[in-house]
């Protein structure tokens, strides 16, 4: 069956420092792989789209990495700070409007 | 500014008491979605529209009902909710060709007594 992981454990790092996340997926080969942000009690919040033919994007801070034979996406936030505190979507866009999501993984950023 | 927005942010109903949630979106997008979202877990997509066109997910229970009776609104009707529905409910909404792009809500937080 298609799935999504997304490592369940909290990442916990310094200010300043860079968080990676990390986004497996089996059985699909999606057109598309999304970011999501989502604070507490709120709706995920669109951050960066990359496309199946793109290795790498970059907004700002963020970068993301997309590798279809690994199966697998990478989220960077450079020179975190703790407003980027909150949980991490990763999403799937495999034809159609449907989007599959990822269950998340928590960020905590230390000052 | 445009956005979508649902109403209630917070609603508490009771075991098998039918329940309807609303979304409203100012951005014109022909697609409008419901998610279900549990604590710690994935949205999990119950249904969508493109324009008028109902699109259900098998595996969404028959319990769940929605309605779309114009391009800016969309309701999510449960209609005998039972203790296992209460969830944050996401509504969001996109447009072709924006890589599906998906604009959420703040949501609605159900409790099902």
């Known amino acids: 069956s298609q799935k999504i992981e997304q490592n369940s454990e909290a990442l916990n790092i310094q200010e300043g420092k860079t968080a990676t996340l990390t986004c497996n997926y089996t059985?699909?080969?999606?057109?598309?792989l999304q970011w999501y942000r989502q604070d507490p009690g709120r709706g995920p919040v669109f951050l960066l789209l990359i496309r199946e033919n793109e290795k790498e994007k970059r907004k700002e801070r963020l970068k993301v990495t997309f590798d279809t034979t690994l199966k697998q996406s990478l989220f960077h936030i450079t020179a975190s700070q703790p407003a980027d505190s909150a949980t991490y979507l990763c999403?799937?866009?495999?034809?159609?409007?449907?989007?599959?999501f990822g269950a998340g993984t928590r960020l905590f950023v230390k000052a | 500014d445009a956005m979508v927005i649902q109403n209630p942010r917070y609603q508490v109903t009771q075991f098998g008491k039918p329940v309807t949630l609303s979304c409203s979106q100012t951005?014109?997008?022909?697609?409008m979605y419901w998610y279900q979202q549990k604590s710690s877990q994935a949205p999990k997509l119950l249904f969508h529209y493109y324009d008028k066109d109902f699109n259900n997910e098998a595996d969404t229970p028959d319990n769940f009902q929605s309605r779309r009776p114009n391009t800016s609104f969309c309701f999510l009707d449960i209609r005998s909710p039972g203790l296992g529905d209460a969830a944050m409910y996401l509504c969001?909404?996109?447009?072709?060709?924006?890589?599906?792009?998906?604009?959420f809500g703040p949501g609605t937080r159900l409790t099902v007594l």
């Open positions: 059985n699909y080969s999606p057109a598309y």
């Open positions: 969001a909404t996109n447009t072709p060709g924006r890589g599906n792009e998906q604009f």
């Open positions: 999403a799937l866009v495999a034809g159609g409007f449907k989007t599959i």
């Open positions: 951005l014109n997008h022909n697609v």
